[in-house]
């Protein structure tokens, strides 16, 4: 089992920023992918991005560029750096985890970013 614990939501003016935190644990597999999704009222939950155990990173089209994923191994931390915040990015972010040996998909209790305009 992997326990997912989100922090950092809010709300704040559009062109602001937000940093948002993810602690994992419990059963950390060596090879992992952590991540964060998000679902506005009314559409379905999608790829915000993510990061491998080993530093690779994918991004939303929508996001890229001003959205920044990282990582710290050490603490099974994963960070979204998001700026340049617009209103189309309010959602409820949840934090994404999949890792060996199971590769069963975890997710948080996920947090509000709300942006306004």
Known sequence: QVQLVESGGGLVQ??????L???ASG????????????QAPGK????????????????????KGRFTIS???AKNTVYLQMNSLK????????????????YSNYWGQGTQVTVSS
């Open 44 to 63: 379905q939950r999608e790829l915000v991005a993510t990061i491998t155990s080993a530093g690779s990173t994918n991004y939303a089209d929508s996001v």
């Open 27 to 38: 059963s950390i597999g060596s090879i992992n992918v952590m991540g964060w999704y998000r």
């Open 14 to 19: 559009a062109g602001g920023s937000l940093r």
């Open 87 to 102: 209103p189309e990015d309010t959602a409820v972010y949840f934090c994404y985890y999949r890792g060996s040996p199971s």
């Open 21 to 23: 935190s993810c602690a």
């Open 71 to 73: 990582r710290d191994n």
